[in-house]
Structures are given as C-alpha cells and as structure tokens.
C-alpha cells in the first residue's frame, strides 16, 4: 500500500507522539516510585556509581571487571523487584510502554512495515475500511442470538462460531468466504463482524460494495491526466490488502468490464494468497448465470460458501421493536 510522503511523514509524527506521550509516562511513574520508596532512587544512583566504576576497571586492564559487574546488577536488580513489589507496584511498572508492542513504536519490524503501519496508512486513506462507524456497531460483541427460533439458532451458531474461528486462523490458513443467500439473513453483519475483529489485531482490511469497487476500476482503468493520484494507490491496495470485503456482489450493472475485472481480482487475489470474503443475494444458480464461466469456476472452487438459511432478520426485529 502506498501513500504520498506527506501523508507517510502525517504517520510518522502520530509514531513520535507515541514514543514521547509513553516515555512521559514511565518518567511520571518513575518519579512516583522514587516518592514513595526512597531506596528505589538510591539504587539507580547506584547502578550509575558502579558501572562508571567498572568500567574504569575494565579500561584498566581488569578483566574480572564485567563479571562483578553482572553480578552486582542482578542483586540489585532482583532487590528493585523486592521494593517495586512491597510498594504495590507490578514489577513490570517501570518498563517501556509502547503503543504496539510488536515495533515498539517505531512502525518497522525488521525493516518492514508493521501490522500498525499498514492499519494506519490503511486508517489514512479509507477512515477504517469505509465502515469504521458501522463497526462499531456490528461486531461479534453486539452479536445476539435473540432474534433465531430453535431451528435457525444452531445454524446460526454453527456459522458464526465458523467466522471466528476464521479470524483467529486467519494469520496461518488462507481461505475465502463467499456469504450468499436472501436479503436480511445477515451476510453483512457476519462480514463486518470478521472486519472488526481483523482490523483490530492490525490487518489491512478494504471494504467496497460492488457498485464502489468496479467504479472505482472504472475510474482507475479509464482515468485522464486529471484523475487523482489516489485512484492509483486505491487500484494497488485492492490487489495487496490483507482482506479484501467485496458487499452486495450482484446490485452493480453487469457488463464485460465489470467480469473482466471481477475475475481479476479473484484471480490475482488468490495468485498472492490474500484472503477476500463476498456477499451477494443471488442463489449459487444466479452467479453461475450472470458471472463467466472462469469466474464462477474460480469462487466455486477457492470460496467457503457460507449460507444463512434463516428468516429475514429486518422484518423479525422491527415486529419485535414494534411490540414493545
């Protein structure tokens, strides 16, 4: 995924912000330990006395020096947990505190980008994947089994205990969704649902209704000198994001274009292995009619097919707002 440099250097402050909100903080905490235990304070003095110290030694020829060292550290590294401990602290306290403990606030994870980074440019450039708000609201916390009667409740238990397990196997095992079946039995819901959780584990998740996406391709694929450079770096981030969530595959107008390119992002997608989940009201007979032939062939064969056979949701639960 790509950004311009003003936009990476925007991100790149929020990291130094990090750093020296969370450097603030061990010093706050620092000087409320030395506060209240005293000798907490002498033995930093200490550490720095005796370091100076040996290594006056060392330079000196000592070569006992660095082994006395090691070892008055960890006596008086052990006595600090003893005090941090007695104080009412956790012996952790005083330890650096990052934001994500993966980079340790830098961004970069043996110079590469890390899960943090890529949400963030992500973040930048989508608001959250064009859902933050929604996500907020649909998600496996506000998940409720009220509204399924005894026959859709252990269907519904079964898929949705299958959408989890997705997301916590999702680093290790590449695999595709295609959610499918009427309107109102909760194949967005369970997608963003997968989106919130992904999103916040720190992976680059896209979401497009299939009108927003093949437009988008429209613009990238027949764009003029005018067109913003955005479309370009949207067009790329299609084909690399960690998910990529195509909603309400069917409502775009179908033409040869929108085929073509839907075949190339399955293709090119399944080619680099990055994971896409598909939602769609059309019957597997209905994909297999509007789509070509290599296309169908394509999500039948690489696509978990996954069909909420329930009632439709929106009518149950406005007859039940309604009685109450």
Do not use: W
Request: negative net charge.
């Amino acid at each position: 995924m790509s950004i311009s440099n003003a936009q990476y250097d925007e991100i790149m402050r929020t990291y130094e912000d990090n750093q020296n909100r969370n450097r603030h903080l061990v010093e706050q905490r620092r000087e409320e330990v030395y506060e209240k235990i005293p000798e907490y304070k002498a033995l930093d003095s200490m550490i720095a006395d005796i370091s100076l110290e040996q290594g006056r030694k060392l330079i000196a020829g000592d070569v006992s020096a660095l082994a006395s060292l090691r070892d008055k550290m960890k006596g008086i590294t052990e006595r600090k947990k003893e005090l941090l401990s007695s104080g009412g602290f956790s012996q952790d306290y005083l330890d650096p505190v990052y934001t994500c403990p993966i980079c340790k606030d830098t961004g970069y994870v043996d110079n590469q980008k890390c899960r943090c980074f890529k949400r963030a440019i992500i973040s930048y450039l989508y608001e959250q994947s064009n859902i933050e708000k929604v996500l907020k609201e649909e998600n496996f916390n506000t998940l409720s089994y009220d509204h399924y009667d005894d026959t859709e409740l252990p269907v519904m238990e079964k898929i949705i205990e299958s959408c989890k397990a997705y997301v916590s196997d999702f680093d290790e095992t590449y695999e595709n969704l295609l959610f499918y079946g009427g309107v109102g039995v909760g194949k967005t819901f369970l997608t963003n649902c997968i989106a919130y959780e992904l999103i916040n584990s720190g992976h680059s998740v896209i979401y497009f209704t299939a009108f927003q996406l093949f437009d988008t391709l429209a613009k990238y694929a027949f764009r003029s000198g005018d067109v913003s450079e955005d479309i370009g770096r949207v067009h790329e981030d299609i084909f690399e994001c960690d998910l990529l969530i195509i909603d309400d595959l069917g409502t775009e107008i179908t033409n040869q274009f929108v085929m073509s390119q839907l075949f190339l992002i399955i293709n090119e997608r399944d080619n680099r292995r990055k994971s896409t989940i598909i939602s769609t009201n059309l019957s597997i007979e209905e994909l297999s009619e509007r789509y070509s032939e290599r296309t169908f062939s394509r999500i039948y064969g690489k696509y978990k097919m996954i069909k909420p056979n329930i009632k439709d949701l929106r009518v149950k639960i406005k007859r039940s707002s309604g009685r109450k």
